[in-house]
């Protein structure tokens, strides 16, 4: 089986997958929020080993509780019947994923994407700026939703990322993405995110590729990159 075959069959995996009810969507997004909040408590929490040591076994105990029925691979729904997927649980965007941040992606007038998000401790790189595989991860989403938005979704194959300025955590930041050219089965899209200033903090260029056999077949394309795209 080739790489690209490999990919293709997890791909249409997501097909089988059992939608989840908005009712169950709802609930664990609340849960979810609140995992954030116990997330970013972690990290900045200056109480006593002993009183962490509490709270871990108390930690543990939800754990197994949710792990009493577990789902082999995580959630999504679906958009109408055409085979179109969210991905509930996206590392970047989805309200169900306490690792998200979350950030939410809306359509623009111009043909792009754009989000305002704001990033805390919990994304921390060097003392009081964001990672920066984090400011990569939120761009490639941002990217690949532009390459949705223009009817051109794929899967990224290249992303060049220039780190102009550090990202500061913990203020309001903006990014926006937009398609520069689609040829073929190839997109390619630039991005920016700005700070608080409006000033440019990382600017990057993907290019996306379509797997063969992933478009024009009745929505499959769908599960592949509009998996995650921006509801607007
Ligand atoms: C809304 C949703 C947002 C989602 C955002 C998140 C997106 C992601 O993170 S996707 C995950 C990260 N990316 C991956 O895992 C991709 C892994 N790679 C692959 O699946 C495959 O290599 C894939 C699909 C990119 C290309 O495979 P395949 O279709 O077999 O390519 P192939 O037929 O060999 O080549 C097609 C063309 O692309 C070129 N090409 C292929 N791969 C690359 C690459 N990585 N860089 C540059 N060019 C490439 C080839 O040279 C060829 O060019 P030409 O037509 O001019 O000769």
Same mark, same amino acid.
């Given at each position: 089986?080739? #790489? $690209?075959? /490999? !990919?293709?069959? %997890?791909?249409?995996?997501?097909?089988?997958?059992?939608?989840?009810? *908005?009712?169950?969507? /709802? @609930?664990?997004?609340?849960?979810?929020?609140?995992?954030?909040?116990?997330?970013?408590?972690? !990290?900045? $929490?200056?109480?006593?080993?002993?009183?962490? @040591?509490?709270?871990?076994?108390e930690v543990a105990a939800?754990?197994?509780?949710?792990?009493?029925?577990?789902? =082999?691979?995580?959630?999504? @729904?679906?958009?109408? #019947?055409?085979?179109?997927? %969210?991905?509930?649980?996206?590392?970047?965007?989805?309200?169900?994923?306490?690792? =998200?941040?979350?950030? &939410?992606?809306?359509?623009?007038?111009?043909?792009?994407?754009?989000?305002?998000?704001?990033?805390?401790?919990?994304?921390?790189?060097?003392?009081?700026?964001?990672?920066? #595989? +984090?400011?990569?991860? !939120?761009?490639?989403?941002?990217?690949?939703? *532009?390459?949705?938005?223009?009817?051109?979704?794929?899967?990224?194959?290249?992303?060049?990322?220039?780190? %102009?300025?550090?990202?500061?955590?913990?203020?309001?930041?903006? @990014?926006?993405?937009?398609?520069?050219? *689609? &040829?073929?089965?190839?997109?390619?899209?630039?991005?920016?995110?700005?700070?608080?200033?409006?000033? $440019?903090? +990382? &600017?990057?260029? /993907?290019?996306?590729?379509?797997?063969?056999? *992933?478009?024009?077949?009745?929505?499959?394309?769908?599960? +592949?990159?509009? #998996?995650?795209?921006p509801r607007g």
């Amino acid at each position: 089986m080739s #790489g $690209t075959d /490999a !990919v293709m069959r %997890r791909v249409f995996a997501v097909r089988e997958r059992e939608a989840m009810d *908005a009712a169950t969507e /709802a @609930a664990l997004a609340g849960l979810a929020a609140r995992v954030r909040e116990l997330t970013e408590a972690v !990290v900045h $929490t200056a109480v006593d080993p002993a009183e962490a @040591a509490a709270v871990a076994a108390e930690v543990a105990a939800l754990a197994a509780r949710l792990n009493a029925a577990r789902r =082999a691979e995580p959630p999504i @729904a679906r958009i109408g #019947g055409n085979g179109l997927v %969210r991905q509930l649980a996206n590392p970047v965007s989805g309200a169900l994923n306490p690792v =998200a941040p979350p950030v &939410e992606i809306e359509f623009t007038p111009d043909g792009g994407v754009r989000t305002a998000f704001t990033l805390n401790g919990v994304y921390e790189g060097p003392p009081s700026f964001v990672h920066g #595989g +984090v400011s990569a991860m !939120v761009l490639d989403q941002l990217l690949g939703a *532009a390459a949705a938005a223009n009817g051109t979704p794929g899967m990224t194959a290249t992303l060049e990322l220039r780190y %102009r300025r550090p990202t500061p955590w913990g203020v309001p930041l903006t @990014a926006t993405a937009k398609v520069s050219r *689609a &040829e073929g089965r190839k997109t390619w899209a630039d991005a920016v995110i700005a700070g608080p200033d409006g000033r $440019t903090t +990382v &600017e990057a260029t /993907a290019m996306f590729i379509m797997p063969v056999g *992933a478009h024009g077949d009745g929505g499959s394309s769908g599960d +592949v990159a509009d #998996g995650d795209a921006p509801r607007g």
